[in-house]
């Protein structure tokens, strides 16, 4: 038994190990800062950013940023513009991306109820899901009014003061909002703004009673939305409901 203790701790071997577990480590986290580049891309205003302002928004040095970038790059993910000196979001980003819709065909067969509830209401559509934490905006029909709000497909929105937000927010149990508040709290966009739990908790109450949610100003000021939750037809009903539906 001495010999056979002595053989598990020749020199090297615990090295060894430590190496390996750093390197899948580097590994894992070469891949985490290949994906914040993408998202900061993807976040861009004009879907595109210099290798300079990605390096500094996500704290790499610019050779670092660069070598991800590439590798992106040779996958298509991502896109270099000479002439701009920018990098954009590539065709295999937006054939990944499309796959979430796919599984589900969700936009398609959504795309003619919200079109239905524009022409009904006058007003603009959107469709939205709840992803850690936040909405997020899969399809949009455009009103034919002069003043419209346009809601970019993958943008996000906070749960607690836009109208989509609280029409999931009222379908999930108490434990559950409690969550996603902790973890994202109830930050001021407007002085319309809901920020104490308490409030927040009555909004929801009337909006279930109601069977509908409102965002009165609370999101952006001159913006008014009202929306209400459909249930997913696969999830039982005991879990949240993962579609949503917004006429704004």
Request: proline share 5%.
């Amino acid at each position: 038994m001495a010999r056979q203790a002595a053989k598990n701790n020749l020199p090297g071997t615990s090295t060894r190990s430590a190496l390996a577990r750093r390197e899948g480590g580097d590994q894992v986290q070469s891949l985490v800062r290949a994906l914040t580049l993408l998202n900061r891309i993807a976040e861009s205003p004009d879907n595109g950013a210099t290798l300079t302002d990605l390096a500094q928004q996500v704290g790499l040095p610019a050779s670092t940023a660069h070598r991800l970038l590439t590798t992106l790059e040779q996958e298509r993910y991502v896109k270099f513009n000479p002439e701009g000196r920018q990098w954009s979001i590539g065709v295999q980003a937006f054939v990944t991306g499309c796959s979430f819709t796919k599984t589900r065909s969700l936009v398609a067969l959504a795309r003619p109820h919200l079109r239905h509830l524009m022409e009904e209401s006058g007003e603009t559509v959107n469709l939205a899901v709840e992803d850690e934490g936040e909405a997020v905006y899969l399809a949009q029909v455009e009103c034919r009014q002069i003043m419209r709000v346009f809601a970019r497909p993958g943008s996000r929105v906070p749960l607690h003061c836009s109208a989509v937000g609280k029409a999931i927010l009222s379908a999930v149990s108490d434990r559950r909002l409690t969550k996603v508040l902790q973890r994202r709290g109830m930050p001021r966009l407007t002085v319309k703004t809901i920020t104490a739990p308490a409030a927040l908790r009555a909004d929801l109450d009337r909006a279930r009673a109601a069977g509908y949610a409102l965002d009165d100003e609370e999101q952006a000021l001159g913006l008014r939305c009202v929306a209400a939750a459909i249930h997913d037809d696969i999830a039982p009903a005991s879990l949240m409901p993962s579609w949503r539906i917004c006429p704004c």
